[in-house]
């Protein structure tokens, strides 16, 4: 078998998944994370035809955090965080039983088109377009076995509208995942040749 090296454009993908995994904790322990990134990742949840990869998640800054939380996961796992590497590798199954089921995913599909609807008329992080992803997530995701158990301080994680962010955060990494996998992203890619996805990663 050939090995095709990892692509800039599968790392962005995963650099991605790794910062819906980083909000998603920062969120659930915090109780906040800046209308910026919320806003990154809804946008990116919601565009299901980018023009290219780049585009989809912006500057380099937009996508900052991802990319450092994948670079210190690959140069030294004993220093990441374990939930956020839960949080990723509960995503990438998410994302792969979510494209073995096509109900689900056309279910998924129509509702993330409705939701674009929505902001488009109103914005991407309004309370409305906030709820619509939650319950889309509530109604397809989180049926599945094997779902994401998010922890932090259950003060934050009780309320409604930070629960309901946490879920559209959980939903942005799913769609990076999908986009991983789209891209040719394989396992064997995280598991034997992170150097390679390092070298491709945006500086």
Same mark, same amino acid.
């Given at each position: @078998? !050939? ?26 322990? *915090? ?7 919320? =806003? ?20 380099? =800054?937009?996508? *900052?955090?991802? !990319?450092?939380? @994948?670079?210190? @996961?690959?140069?030294?796992? #004993?220093?990441? =965080?374990?939930?956020?590497? $839960?949080?990723?590798?509960?995503? @990438? ?19 993330? #088109? ?17 709820? %619509?992803?939650?319950? &889309? ?9 094997? $779902? !994401? +158990?998010?922890?932090? %301080? ?15 955060? &959980?939903?942005?990494? !799913? /769609? =990076?995942?999908? &986009?991983?996998? +789209? ?10 040749? /992170? %150097? ?8």
């Amino acid at each position: @078998m !050939i090995f095709r090296r990892p692509t800039a454009d599968q790392a962005l993908a995963l650099a991605g998944v790794f910062q819906s995994a980083e909000l998603v904790a920062k969120l659930a322990t *915090e109780g906040h994370v800046s209308e910026e990134q919320l =806003s990154a990742a809804m946008s990116a949840l919601l565009n299901q035809n980018p023009e290219t990869v780049s585009s989809l998640y912006g500057t380099v =800054s937009d996508i *900052e955090l991802g !990319i450092n939380s @994948m670079r210190e @996961m690959i140069n030294d796992r #004993t220093q990441a =965080s374990t939930d956020v590497m $839960r949080y990723v590798i509960g995503i @990438m199954y998410l994302a792969r039983r979510l494209t073995a089921d096509t109900v689900r995913i056309k279910h998924v599909g129509d509702g993330i #088109t409705n939701a674009k609807r929505q902001a488009d008329h109103f914005s991407v992080t309004h309370e409305n377009v906030i709820a %619509n992803i939650a319950g &889309l997530y509530t109604d397809t995701v989180s049926t599945i076995k094997g $779902r !994401i +158990q998010v922890t932090g %301080n259950a003060f934050y994680l009780e309320q409604p509208a930070i629960a309901q962010r946490v879920r559209c955060l &959980l939903f942005a990494g !799913i /769609r =990076s995942a999908f &986009l991983w996998h +789209q891209l040719g992203g394989k396992r064997s890619h995280i598991l034997w040749h /992170r %150097n390679n996805l390092l070298e491709v990663l945006p500086k």
